[in-house]
């Protein structure tokens, strides 16, 4: 049998400006992942197990455009694996669906991982990285690929569309705590609302952009510099112009307020908004009261983790 995995990840800074070319900052958070088994079946055919979707198939009864089906279709085709191996392949995740948390970008790469392991071809990230992208397509239309990109790697990674990958050094660890608001919100309609925005008023929101990214820049500066204090301010910032994209919703400012009003140094929505997840920066031992206010004010989980070097 042969194993890989994937972890979820968080958006720091700069979702959504980043599909306009902005940069913004993700982070793997390794206490929830997806993980993927590769073993020879006795039957014929590729059988996907995933008892959390309550998927099991042959990879020939799942539509050609299904997100799981299509990446086993690209990989065995693009590696030339020919003929098709007979495999029992089973998913598994604790990455919540549609919540921020890059749970589909996970299982893709750990699922290319499994298979090119068990293959022996052992793809480099870079290729992992590419094959993710493709079906993130599929998930969202127009990705920047930042989800993909900082799951393969598991490392914080500075992000800008279409350049290479720029990982960047941690001065000093620190801690956010992650609030899941347990409305599950596609990205693919906020993404899809913010451009309807930008194509009505190009000039308005370019400049929304600009000073998103400008907060993206900033906050890698001083995460570099061991500064992590100072990214609570850039936190509510970047969440205020998240809200005037149109992004947050009713249950994600409350939970921004709570966690401001419990002790958290700032906070803002992360990922594609609506629902989903939102953080917010604190001291280590103020973690736990902020989390509870959290969960006092509806949030359905909160996961509390430590931002370092990979
Ligand atoms: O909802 P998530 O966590 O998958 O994040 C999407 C981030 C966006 O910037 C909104 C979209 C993208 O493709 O970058």
New binding site residues.
């Given amino acids: 049998m042969t194993r890989a995995s994937a972890p979820g990840?968080s958006?720091l800074f700069?979702?959504?400006a980043?599909?306009y070319g902005r940069p913004?900052l993700a982070v793997p958070v390794t206490q929830v992942h997806a993980d993927v088994d590769v073993t020879a079946s006795p039957r014929a055919g590729i059988w996907i197990h995933a008892p959390n979707i309550s998927l099991h198939e042959e990879l020939s009864s799942l539509p050609s455009d299904h997100p799981i089906a299509s990446a086993i279709h690209n990989f065995l085709f693009v590696c030339r694996v020919s003929p098709f191996p007979s495999l029992d392949i089973s998913i598994t995740s604790t990455i919540p669906v549609a919540s921020?948390?890059?749970s589909g970008?996970a299982v893709t790469v750990a699922l290319i991982r499994a298979l090119s392991s068990y293959l022996s071809l052992d793809l480099p990230n870079e290729q992992i990285n590419q094959f993710a992208y493709e079906i993130?397509k599929l998930h969202?239309g127009?990705?920047?690929?930042?989800?993909n990109t900082v799951i393969t790697y598991a490392r914080p990674v500075y992000f800008i569309k279409g350049q290479p990958i720029e990982t960047f050094t941690v001065g000093a660890p620190f801690t956010i705590v992650i609030a899941d608001t347990g409305i599950s919100a596609p990205?693919k309609e906020?993404?899809g609302d913010v451009r309807k925005l930008w194509e009505a008023d190009k000039t308005k929101w370019e400049t929304v952009f600009d000073e998103v990214g400008e907060i993206a820049r900033t906050a890698k500066e001083r995460i570099e510099n061991g500064d992590w204090r100072l990214l609570g301010a850039l936190m509510d910032a970047n969440h205020s112009l998240l809200q005037q994209l149109t992004v947050s919703s009713p249950e994600l400012d409350r939970l921004v307020e709570t966690a401001r009003r419990s002790g958290a140094l700032g906070a803002k929505l992360?990922?594609?908004?609506r629902g989903?997840n939102m953080i917010a920066l604190v001291e280590k031992d103020a973690a736990a009261q902020v989390s509870e206010a959290l969960m006092s004010a509806g949030a359905k989980r909160t996961i509390v983790t430590e931002i370092a070097n990979g």
């Fill in positions: 990840k958006i700069g979702e959504h980043v599909v913004a921020g948390l890059g970008a993130e969202h127009t990705p920047s690929g930042i989800d990205t906020s993404v992360s990922g594609g908004g989903g």
